[in-house]
């Protein structure tokens, strides 16, 4: 296995073949990668703090790569050392206009984080994302930002990378209200406060991921959530800190359902090491146990930046009841899980729902529409519309030949499937994986017999 983990890990694209691996034994994981959230909070706050932070257990894929190319064309001096990055702070206002054009890859989140903290700098930068970025609204960034006083176009379609931005200093102070249930829409204002004079205050339709909040508390920012309003004072330098990133929930996520789906009464306990546990990112979990699942957490303690960890522990259960899951609240702490979500709705008892997911759409693809696609390759059939999924129980998967569309959360939840059965799945376009998991397929391989395809 380790060679066609290498071996997926120096190309750019490429396809598998996933079958399960017989064996009835124990699985056990001492560590799942870093969160990609609190990664690429923790690079950027380091990035325009004073001094120099280490960011530990960071999450290496694509997206914190292009998170890190980028602050080092503005000037940021970030060396790994392992899994942990030291950033060396430029200040708040500090960082260099680049050379050239920013291209910021895959990563919404990085791009609306670097969008705030650029709209604080005075020079003008333009900035593109990859193909399937270039398609995903930056709106309800870009306009706030404008009021706030930077001057930002678009070069290609309205709402859209690329962009031009020039910033000013100081920036207007922010009085407004959420667009969309998103923490990225969140963490982006909560990031151009820190460039405001005064006081900005921030209305959240509901409570989505707070790790912002928790790591600008940490490095001393002076903010306060009352009631969905986080009001957040500007600043004119914070010292840089080390971060400590727990092991990402939307990672461990998908081991769970490998291990929840595998059709083997002698399987033993599941075991995860070091999961993340903010209370803000528990929906699978919630879920799963309303499926009659039994999911224990030991050990939970605070890491010292303020994020929560555990160890996950499951027992093995053979039959699983449908669940609802609703409400943007609800919806927000498993948006990323919800393509597993619905393949494991497939196998329950019962009928499922999830609703009010309407934000799938602008993911990496329609995740809405990608997901139905990929689960009715493998024959599940999932009825949608643009807020809705209605997934029927007690249905029987049979090997398929799928795309991912580029969607590295749609080729690892068809990989999950794929794991529990005997025939063998090929999944097409899995080079997206390294996005956001890049020792996915060693981690599987727990589960499953996996191969490169040329
Ligand atoms: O804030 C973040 O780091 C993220 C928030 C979520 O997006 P939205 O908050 O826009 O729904 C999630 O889908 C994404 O993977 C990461
Ligand atoms: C949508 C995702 O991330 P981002 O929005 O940062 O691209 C994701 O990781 O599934």
Redesign the pocket.
């Known amino acids: 296995m380790e060679s066609v983990q290498s071996k997926a890990s120096q190309s750019v694209t490429f396809d598998i073949s996933v079958r399960s691996k017989p064996g009835g034994q124990s699985f056990l994981f001492d560590s799942v990668p870093g969160d ?2 609190v990664s ?2 923790g690079i950027i706050l380091n990035a325009i703090g004073e001094g120099r932070g280490v960011v530990h257990n960071v999450l290496r894929s694509r997206d914190i790569e292009s998170c890190v190319a980028i602050l080092g064309q503005l000037g940021v001096e970030c060396i790994w050392d392992g899994d942990d990055l030291a950033v060396s702070g430029r200040g708040l206002r500090g960082l260099k206009p680049p050379e050239f054009e920013l291209d910021i890859g895959n990563t ?2 990085s791009a ?1 984080l670097l969008l705030s903290v650029l709209a604080g700098h005075p020079f003008r930068v333009e900035l593109a994302g990859n193909r399937l970025l270039s398609t995903r609204p930056m709106e309800w960034v870009v306009d706030p930002l404008i009021r706030m006083g930077a001057r930002i176009d678009y070069l290609g379609n309205p709402g859209r990378l690329p962009l031009t931005i020039e910033g000013r200093a100081p920036l207007l102070p922010l009085d407004v209200e959420a667009t ?8 982006a204002m909560l990031f151009a406060a820190l460039y405001a004079e005064g006081t900005s205050h921030y209305r959240q339709l509901c409570q ?2 707070d ?2 909040e928790r790591l600008l508390r940490y490095f001393g920012i002076a903010i306060k959530t009352e009631e969905n309003v986080t009001s957040i004072q500007g600043t004119s330098s914070f010292a840089c800190l080390d971060v400590w990133v727990p092991g990402d929930i ?1 990672s461990a996520a998908f081991m769970l359902a490998a291990y929840v789906i595998r059709n083997d009464e002698q399987r033993g306990e599941l075991a995860i090491r070091n999961v993340g546990v903010n209370p803000t990112r528990l929906g699978f979990f919630r879920a799963l146990r309303a499926m009659g699942l039994e999911l224990e957490l030991s050990g939970e303690h605070d890491l010292p930046s303020g994020e929560p960890q555990a160890d996950l522990h499951c027992s093995p259960r053979s039959s699983l009841k449908s669940v609802l899951v609703e409400g943007d609240e609800e919806v ?1 702490s498993l ?2 899980e919800i393509p597993l979500l619905a393949a494991i709705c497939a196998l329950a008892e019962g009928t499922s729902v999830i609703r009010n997911c309407r ?1 799938l759409k ?2 990496d693809t329609n995740r809405i529409e990608t997901t139905a696609r990929m689960l009715a390759a493998f024959g599940i059939q999932v009825d949608y519309n643009e807020d809705e999924m209605v997934i029927h129980g007690e249905q029987r998967p049979s090997a398929a030949v799928v795309d991912s569309c580029g969607d590295h959360r749609i080729a690892m939840t068809a990989a999950v499937l794929a794991s529990s059965l005997d025939e063998p799945s090929i999944i097409k376009n899995c080079g997206c994986i390294a996005v ?1 998991y890049p020792n996915f397929l060693a981690d599987l391989a727990q589960f499953a017999e996996i191969e490169l395809l040329d």
């Open positions: 990609k959230s690429q909070r919404a989140t609306r969309v249930a998103s923490a990225q829409e969140k963490s989505s991921r790790h912002t939307s927000q948006i990323d934000e602008d993911k956001s």
